[in-house]
C-alpha cells in the first residue's frame, strides 16, 4: 500500500499542483501561531507543551483518521495516505522558485533571479555575482528536495511500517516547519518569544532529521558520481553550519563535481556556510571552505534535477521491492 500511495501522490501533484499561495500554507501558519499565542508563556517546560501541541497533535489526528478509515476498507486507507502524502510530500511545494529562477538565468535575466532567490529565502540577494547566485539557488534547491521529499518520504514508510499510516509524513512537515516558522519569526521580530521553544524545536526537528539526511545522501551517492560523493561526505561536511545539511550538500557537490560552500557576496544575508568571505573567483576551480569542483553554472542546474529525480526512482524502486517481498512472504 506504501508504494502505491507515494506512487498515486507523486503523479497527482505533478498533473495538479498546489498553487503557490495555498490554504495549506496558510493554514499552517495560522495553526503554529495560535498554538504559540495561547500555549507559549515563556517557561522552560512550556516549550515542550508548545512543540507537543503544534506537532504531534495534527500527527495523532491523521493516524486517528487512517486507523478508523483502515477499519472500514483498505482502500479508505489507501485513499487517506493519497490524501496526506499530496499535501505533504512532493517537488512543486518548492518548484516554482527554482523554475522561476532558472528561466530568468536562461534568458540572461539575473536581476530578476536574485529578487526571486530573495522572495524565496529572505535573504538580501541583491549583489550576488552569477556564481554564488547559482551556488545558492543549488543549495536551497537540495535541501528543499530533502524536506519536501526525501525526509517525508522516509518517516510516512516508517511509521506506515507500524500501522499509523502517514502519522510520518505529517510528523515530519510539522517538526520542520514549526522550526523554520520559529527561526523566521526570531530573525524578523529580534527576539523570539521564547528561544528555549526555537531551540528545543531545532534540537528535536535534528533528531528526526538525522537518519533521513544521510539516506538522502548516500542515495545522491549512489545515483552519482559515487567514490567523489563520498570522499566530499567525509572530508567537507563539516563545512556547513548545520551537520545535517552539510551531509546532504557535501555529498551532492561531489556526486555532480559542482563547487558548494564557500564565502558569500557582500550585501547577503550571512548563509549556512561556516565562511563568509567575498566571493571568490569564479574562474577558480577550489575556494577556501568550498567543495572542490567546478564554478557553479547553469548546467549544474539540470545536472541537480537529474540527480534529484534520480534518487527518487532509486528510493521508489527499493520500496517496490521491499512490497513485493512483503506481499510475497
Excluded at 489526528?61 to 487512517?66: C, G, I, P, R, S
Excluded at 533571479?113 to 540577494?125: K, N, P, T, Y
Excluded at 552569477?130 to 528536495?145: P, T
Aim: proline share 4%.
Amino acid at each position: 500500500m506504501s508504494f502505491f500511495a507515494v506512487l498515486c501522490a507523486l503523479l497527482i501533484e505533478q498533473l495538479r499542483p498546489l498553487p503557490r499561495n495555498n490554504w495549506v500554507h496558510d493554514s499552517l501558519i495560522g495553526w503554529v501561531r495560535w498554538t504559540g499565542r495561547n500555549f507559549d508563556a515563556g517557561k522552560e517546560h512550556h516549550a515542550w507543551v508548545v512543540w507537543c501541541i503544534t506537532v504531534l497533535t495534527p500527527a495523532a489526528l491523521v493516524a486517528l483518521v487512517y486507523l478508523l478509515a483502515a477499519h472500514f476498507s483498505l482502500l479508505l486507507a489507501l485513499g487517506w495516505n493519497v490524501v496526506v502524502l499530496y499535501l505533504t510530500l512532493g517537488f512543486r511545494h518548492f518548484s516554482h522558485y527554482f523554475t522561476d529562477i532558472r528561466d530568468a538565468l536562461e534568458r540572461g535575466d539575473e536581476l530578476a533571479a536574485r529578487r526571486l532567490l530573495a522572495e524565496w529565502r529572505h535573504l538580501d540577494a541583491s549583489e550576488l555575482p552569477r556564481a554564488e547566485l547559482l551556488r545558492h539557488v543549488i543549495e536551497h534547491s537540495l535541501l528543499a528536495a530533502h524536506r519536501h521529499v526525501f525526509g517525508v518520504f522516509f518517516w510516512f514508510i516508517v511509521l506506515s511500517a507500524v500501522g499509523l499510516g502517514p502519522m510520518g509524513a505529517v510528523l515530519y512537515r510539522m517538526a520542520e516547519f514549526a522550526t523554520r516558522y520559529w527561526a523566521f519569526k526570531s530573525r524578523t521580530v529580534g527576539v523570539p518569544t521564547n528561544e528555549r521553544l526555537m531551540q528545543l524545536s531545532q534540537r528535536l526537528f535534528g533528531l528526526l532529521d538525522h537518519l533521513p539526511a544521510r539516506l538522502t545522501a548516500f542515495g545522491f551517492a549512489v545515483v552519482g558520481n559515487f567514490e567523489e560523493a563520498v570522499e566530499c561526505w567525509r572530508r567537507y561536511a563539516s563545512l556547513w553550519r548545520q551537520p545535517h545539511e552539510g551531509v546532504i550538500l557535501a555529498a551532492a557537490a561531489g556526486a555532480v563535481g559542482v563547487r558548494l560552500g564557500g564565502g558569500a557576496a557582500p550585501g547577503l544575508t550571512p548563509d549556512r556556510s561556516k565562511t563568509f568571505e567575498v566571493g571568490v573567483d569564479a574562474q577558480s576551480t577550489e575556494a577556501e571552505g568550498s567543495t572542490p569542483g567546478m564554478a557553479p553554472e547553469f548546467g549544474h542546474l539540470r545536472s541537480v534535477v537529474g540527480l534529484v529525480w534520480r534518487s527518487v526512482v532509486l528510493w521508489m524502486l527499493l520500496l517496490a521491492l521491499l512490497s513485493l517481498a512483503n506481499l510475497l512472504g
